[in-house]
Antibody, heavy 114, light 108 residues
Framework: QVQLVQSGAEVKKPGASVKVSCKVSGYRLTELSIHWVRQAPGEGLEWMGGFDPDEGEIIFAQRFQGRITMTEDTSTDTAYMDLGSLRSEDTAVYYC???????WGQGTLVTVSS | EIVLTQSPGTLSLSPGERATLSCRASLSVNSNYFTWYQQKRGQAPRLLIYAASSRATGIPDRFSGSGSGTDFTLTISRLEPEDFAVYYCQQYGSSPITFGQGTRLEIK
């Protein structure tokens, strides 16, 4: 059974960057396709990007192009999502999840405030 | 981009009643990559249905999914108090991955 454990809540100022981690257990990270989804307060789910097994590369939602990076450390089975140039509208809970939706992290609240 | 439109936006029913939630896609969706989630306040989404009609592990058989192409349905046969939550559909067969806007199921 796959378990995903995310890093803790963050508070950032506008213009800063945030890096959220997602530790995988139960499987090796290389066996999974991890994606990132966010949810602003009171809003729905928004896909941000993740590993596309068909393309063999990480793909991103167009609106985050240029300010998002997703990396993986296979030695520790940890995936990372780095979002830069933060603005208040990026305040949200950020989730990592397997692409098939069977496993989700607990969520990481990122608050962007001056 | 495949746009998923859920209806109704809010559904008010009583425990014991039947709930029917709809998700309509702007383009045909590969059913193998169509899912339904339940989300309760303060919790991560929980997978209910994958491949349009298969129940995820531990999901009660009162939940069922159906549909293909552009029209999909989640049915809850007899509502239990713990079923009142927000439900999302999702497709991940076509990039970008997209979610519906959600249906809130509330107690009448």
């Amino acid at each position: 059974q796959v378990q995903l454990v995310q890093s803790g809540a963050e508070v950032k100022k506008p213009g800063a960057s945030v890096k959220v981690s997602c530790k995988v257990s139960g499987y090796r990270l290389t066996e999974l396709s991890i994606h990132w989804v966010r949810q602003a307060p009171g809003e729905g789910l928004e896909w941000m990007g993740g590993f596309d097994p068909d393309e063999g590369e990480i793909i991103f939602a167009q609106r985050f192009q240029g300010r998002i990076t997703m990396t993986e450390d296979t030695s520790t089975d940890t995936a990372y999502m780095d979002l830069g140039s933060l603005r208040s509208e990026d305040t949200a809970v950020y989730y990592c999840a397997t692409i098939n939706g069977h496993s989700w992290g607990q969520g990481t609240l990122v608050t962007v405030s001056s | 981009e495949i746009v998923l439109t859920q209806s109704p936006g809010t559904l008010s029913l009583s425990p014991g009643e039947r709930a029917t939630l709809s998700c309509r896609a702007s383009l045909s969706v590969n059913s193998n990559y169509f899912t339904w989630y339940q989300q309760k306040r303060g919790q991560a989404p929980r997978l209910l249905i994958y491949a349009a009609s298969s129940r995820a592990t531990g999901i009660p058989d009162r939940f069922s999914g159906s549909g293909s192409g552009t029209d999909f349905t989640l049915t809850i046969s007899r509502l239990e108090p713990e079923d009142f939550a927000v439900y999302y559909c999702q497709q991940y067969g076509s990039s970008p991955i997209t979610f519906g806007q959600g249906t809130r199921l509330e107690i009448k």
